[in-house]
């Protein structure tokens, strides 16, 4: 009878088991499911209940609501492409120099420059860190990138090169040969960088912009003026620049397209000085002991005032006619000649170091996206933001622009640099 009994109580135990084991099972045969690591909880994968645990009254899960989450500063999210870093409430942009630009900056620009021995070159470098301390301010660019030395076309390539692995946005360029740095300013191009030669063209490099005055004609003016002063004949001698730079080999065009025009003027000697002032003075000391009855020469930049000191210390018994420069030394010389002589006459053409400065208001507003007016372009390429001539000095209005120079160093250069209103006038209104 107990036994009886005992068999029919372990039958109804078994029973009861069976119940509850049926009750804690997954409801419709769905498979059990592992719980999610705690990184996964953003993701769907399939076959995970993610709408049921979205819609739990009971449990709020932060990670799974990823409509009203923020994501950090940096981080990638799923829409963002691997590896690109979006500040925090901006939009992800193109590379540098994209459309070409079109981001709000800061923006990053590269110098270039292969040329030091020189206070042009020094002018263009504090003026361009001036310049550039404005945008600064405004939160636009970030400092300048500057490689500046004296070097050859090779040490300019390496210079450009430097500035690509820097990341720069823009680069500007103050070229050493008209045709030698085009591949590697391809290669910026390539890059998305936005490049401008500044002071000098380069025609041949498709896609670089030009920033500068128009040399070609700058040295026609006192080239001209030499010629008429000459009354169309007489014996000459040209002093010029680095042969092969495009500013120079601009320049010289400019001289042999005026002589051209006067067949009575005779070139007895034509040397290069390097556009340096003691070179520019001893070359003239050359000529002078040469061609002691020399009517007049043609000269540029600093080397006009080395070859005015050779004329002064030589004082020949005929004094020729002197070509300048617009810089405050050689117009302390000119003045100095008048106490002498108060008929003297020259002519000083500026040549402003400022185009540089210009050329990096150019620069970013190209990368904040404003679109070049092509029609506003000129130059041999087509592609040159051609700046006015500031001032051109004659015996009319030279005491007017000495005075200017009256609390300003010797060493400084005439001058002019557009604001950033009046670059406009070269973008779509």
């Given amino acids: 009878m107990y036994k009886g009994k005992n068999w029919i109580m372990i039958m109804t135990s078994l029973i009861v088991m069976v119940a509850l084991v049926a009750a804690c099972g997954p409801a419709g045969g769905a498979e059990p499911t592992q719980p999610a690591a705690p990184g996964d909880l953003a993701t769907e994968a399939p076959g995970m209940p993610t709408e049921p645990v979205m819609e739990s009254p009971v449990v709020e899960t932060p990670a799974l609501e990823t409509p009203a989450a923020e994501t950090p500063a940096g981080e990638a999210t799923e829409a963002e492409m691997p590896g690109t870093e979006t500040p925090a409430g901006a939009e992800p942009t193109e590379g540098a120099g994209a459309a070409p630009g079109g981001a709000e900056g800061p923006f990053t620009i590269g110098i ?25 301010e405004q939160g636009l660019t970030t400092e300048l990138v500057i490689e500046s030395a004296d070097t050859d076309v090779a040490g300019q390539i390496q210079q450009l090169q430097n500035l690509m692995n820097r990341g720069v946005d823009a680069i500007l360029v103050n070229p050493s040969d008209i045709n030698g740095l085009n591949a590697t300013l391809q290669e910026a191009l390539d890059q998305g960088i936005i490049v401008i030669s500044v002071d000098q063209e380069l025609p041949n490099a498709e896609g670089v912009y030009n920033v500068g005055i128009d040399q070609r004609e700058w040295a026609r003016i006192s080239a001209d003026w030499l010629a008429n002063k000459l009354g169309g004949q007489g014996d000459i001698v040209l002093i010029e620049g680095i042969p092969g730079h495009p500013a120079n080999v601009a320049r010289m065009s400019g001289v042999e397209d005026v002589l051209s025009q006067y067949p009575d003027i005779n070139v007895l000697g034509r040397e290069t000085a390097n556009w340096d002032e003691a070179t520019g003075q001893q070359v003239m000391s050359n000529f002078l002991a040469s061609f002691p009855n020399m009517n007049g020469y043609w000269t540029q930049d600093g080397m006009a005032i080395g070859a005015f000191q050779a004329v002064l210390a030589a004082n020949p018994a005929q004094f020729p006619v002197v070509v300048g420069e617009g810089r405050c030394q050689f117009l302390q010389l000119w003045n100095e000649r008048l106490q002498a002589d108060p008929e003297f006459e020259t002519i000083a053409v500026a040549n402003p170091p400022g185009v540089a400065a210009t050329g990096l208001r150019i620069a970013v507003n190209m990368l904040q996206g404003k679109q070049v007016d092509e029609s506003k372009l000129s130059g041999e390429s087509g592609r040159q933001f051609t700046i006015p001539i500031p001032v051109i000095v004659t015996a009319e209005n030279f005491q007017e622009v000495f005075q200017t120079c009256a609390d300003r160093p010797v060493t400084y250069l005439l001058d002019g640099i557009m604001t950033d209103e009046e670059v406009q006038q070269f973008f779509v209104q």
Avoid: K, W
């Fill in 112 to 136: 270039s420059n292969p040329f030091i021995s020189s206070e042009y070159r020094t002018q263009m470098i504090d003026e361009l860190q001036q310049v550039n301390a404005e945008y600064m």
